[in-house]
């Protein structure tokens, strides 16, 4: 996300003339403005392959059932025990 992020500020920044990124020309600096959306797209790419992305997913459904579960129990009055006084 963060490669996409950079990618469209230095878009702007070129197209608004700002800093020296507004000062290159497509003819000279093309790679150099298309280097974060092709890192962004490794990135995906390494992420889906490594599993990483169905892991997170898996973590995510798995805190979810347990707060579930932890909800469920507490509205049937058997969570933990409170203190008396």
């Keep these: 996300m963060w490669f996409i992020v950079i990618g469209v500020v230095m878009l702007l920044m070129n197209f608004a003339g700002i800093g020296p990124i507004g000062e290159w020309t497509w003819a000279d600096r093309w790679w150099a403005m298309l280097l974060p959306f092709v890192l ?35 509205s049937l009055g058997l969570g933990p025990k409170k203190k008396k006084r």
């Design 40 to 74: 962004a797209a490794a990135w995906w790419a390494w992420a889906d392959a490594s599993g990483m992305t169905q892991r997170k997913a898996m973590d995510k459904d798995d805190a979810k059932r347990v707060a579930r579960r932890q909800k469920s129990m507490e």
